[in-house]
């Protein structure tokens, strides 16, 4: 169980943050800052990594990787469409 861990949360980690970096990349309107996105992202990724983990144990490398990038996708673009910035003119 934590040699998972092990293998699994760099993974997390590195699909939170390339996904928070291509979407400050992408789309600078909206968001709170480099920084904050990559928090976002961070979180959103390893919640959805958690919840994959624990539905669909032995789950390969490639494929955490995948679902991490969807849960940091779907934390940005909920914190960009609920939370407007006052940078983004809403």
Do not use: K, N
Request: include cysteine; charged fraction near 5%; hydrophobic fraction near 60%.
């Amino acid at each position: 169980m934590t040699e998972q861990i092990a293998h699994m949360g760099p993974m997390l980690i590195l699909a939170g943050l390339v996904t928070a970096w291509l979407a400050e990349v992408l789309s600078r309107a909206g968001g709170y800052g480099y920084t904050l996105d990559m928090g976002v992202g961070l979180v959103g990724s390893v919640l959805a990594g958690t919840l994959v983990w624990v539905f669909l144990s032995p789950i390969a490398m490639p494929w955490m990787f995948l679902f991490g990038c969807a849960g940091a996708t779907l934390a940005i673009a909920a914190q960009r469409g609920f939370w407007r910035s006052a940078l983004a003119g809403a």
